[in-house]
């Protein structure tokens, strides 16, 4: 009975690759490079592609949205920065790993093991030269003493033991110290002050206190990162066309704090600062895709561009509200929240030759997919880890409705969880489990009830809480989470462990 499912899943990927034009065996040359870029606090409201009242102007993105393929219902795992890195590169649920809640810090010690599989992994498998450049936000092992770090040491268990040949980054988000440069294991300047900007000075650029290096700008950061990675497309070029196509994950670090466009785009947008910065970013986006194109790579790139969460009030809701700007398109909350604010997100798929342009799908989709969508495009078979909870997008691309993925568990800042059928969401919270109002606590004190359900087809800004006329149907969704939750997937397959006792439903 196991040779006969083995026979089947050998035969469903041998026919997915040949669909692609990609059969297993078959010259490394013929499969496509990849690049996923993920933007920090980008919401869904912010390009054009997927809020047609975006006050932005994100022509780059909307050119590859013209090229490629924009999913309308695209979620991030957690609606906060490291959980989310996580579950994009394991395809397997943050809230699994041993980070119940919150985000690490610049000095938090590396999440991911050696030996949990990643996109790294996956692709080297596959024969690829790969690379990360930009905000890792998923820790490394800084070398200590008492307490202090020492620059002049190595840092081990970074990206490279996560499946990275190559990496240049900085440790977690821009406003968190320390402000250096690590290129695969090396600081690359050790700091000889300390630096940082209070929200008082700057409401949109300030940045915590912590040693920075010499060669560390804030103010020119976001270019810096697309200058390696053009570089980077750059020297892979050759070695691609002799038949080793790259990876490369892109994570930026705006435009989440400290918000610093400079000129041309500063005052830009007629918005503000946070307005200008997206503008920097699709500007960008614009250079890394002349590269492809000047290196004749363009034809056979495959490139992914997304966020890691929705919108962060950071970038002055109000304001942007004022004049007729909605980061979060209409859905409610931001980043954060349990709420769709905080975790639906843009993704927009280009691939010349196998993604028709211009498509736009309503297929439930989540970071996590990216995983097992590379699995398939590889030809590579699925094992019992590594993708536990992603659907390959494939089928997508080739313009079916759906990916086979009906479900979908989302994870706020604070640990709240919220599982989705359909359009049935049941939020385990009392408000939003995040930033905006009500607040967990708050919501408590004013007696709201413990869970909220929604119908997202009739009620997409999550107003109506229906969790006392629909018992059945809450009764149902929580059977379905505590069965995902126990299975170590949401994914057809063998029972995996988690790394810790999860717990969803609140004493309170």
């Known amino acids: 009975m196991n040779c006969q499912k083995l026979s089947v899943v050998a035969i469903s990927a041998f026919l997915i690759s040949i669909t692609l034009g990609i059969a297993v065996g078959q010259d490394k040359a013929k499969l496509p490079n990849v690049i996923v870029v993920m933007a920090d606090d980008l919401g869904i409201g912010d390009v054009s592609a997927t809020n047609p009242d975006c006050k932005i102007k994100t022509p780059n993105i909307e050119q590859m949205a013209t090229e490629g393929l924009t999913f309308l219902d695209a979620h991030t795992p957690s609606s906060v920065c490291t959980p989310t890195r996580y579950g994009l590169l394991t395809g397997r649920y943050n ?112 940045y915590r206190k912590g040693p920075i290096g010499p060669d560390f700008v804030i103010e020119q950061v976001l270019p810096h990162l697309f200058d390696k990675s053009i570089t980077y497309v750059n020297e892979r070029a050759e070695p691609e066309h002799a038949g080793q196509p790259f990876f490369l994950y892109l994570p930026l670090p705006a435009p989440h704090t400290p918000i610093v466009p400079i000129p041309p785009f500063k005052d830009a947008s007629g918005l503000n600062p946070y307005g200008d910065f997206v503008m920097q970013v699709d500007h960008h986006m614009g250079e890394l895709f002349a590269a492809l194109k000047e290196n004749q790579l363009d034809e056979n790139t495959l490139v992914f561009f997304t966020s890691d969460n929705g919108c962060s009030p950071q970038a002055n809701f109000p304001l942007l509200l004022e004049k007729g700007h909605d980061p979060s398109s209409g859905y409610r909350g931001h980043k954060a929240d349990i709420y769709e604010g905080g975790h639906r997100v843009p993704l927009i798929v280009r691939w010349p030759g196998h993604i028709e342009g211009g498509r736009k799908t309503s297929a439930l989709a989540c970071l996590t997919d990216v995983y097992s969508t590379l699995e398939a495009i590889t030809g590579q078979l699925r094992k019992p880890t590594g993708g536990e909870d992603g659907y390959s997008l494939v089928s997508v691309f080739e313009g079916e409705e759906s990916s086979g993925r009906d479900t979908l568990v989302s994870h706020s800042i604070s640990g709240h969880f919220a599982i989705r059928q359909g359009n049935w969401k049941l939020c385990l919270s009392h408000g939003s489990g995040g930033w905006s109002d009500p607040r967990e606590p708050a919501a408590i004190k004013q007696g709201l009830p413990k869970m909220q359900l929604f119908n997202l087809s009739s009620d997409p800004g999550e107003q109506d809480n229906l969790v006392e006329s629909h018992p059945e149907k809450v009764k149902q969704l929580l059977e379905l989470l505590e069965r995902q939750v126990e299975q170590g997937r949401c994914t057809p397959g063998e029972k995996v462990e988690n790394d810790r006792k999860i717990t969803f439903l609140s004493a309170n």
């Open 95 to 206: 809230w699994r790993s041993r980070l119940a809640r919150g985000v690490l810090s610049g000095t938090s010690e590396h999440l991911i093991p050696a030996d949990r599989p990643t996109l790294g992994h996956l692709m080297q498998a596959a024969g690829y030269h790969t690379a990360m450049i930009g905000k890792w936000h998923l820790g490394w092992d800084w070398h200590k003493e008492n307490g202090k770090i020492d620059f002049t040491k190595p840092v081990t268990n970074g990206p490279d033991i996560n499946g990275f040949d190559q990496y240049y980054g900085h440790c977690g988000s821009l406003d968190m110290p320390p402000y250096v440069w690590v290129d695969t294991g090396q600081v690359t300047a050790v700091p000889q002050r300390e630096e940082g900007v209070t929200s008082k000075e700057d409401r949109y650029g300030w």
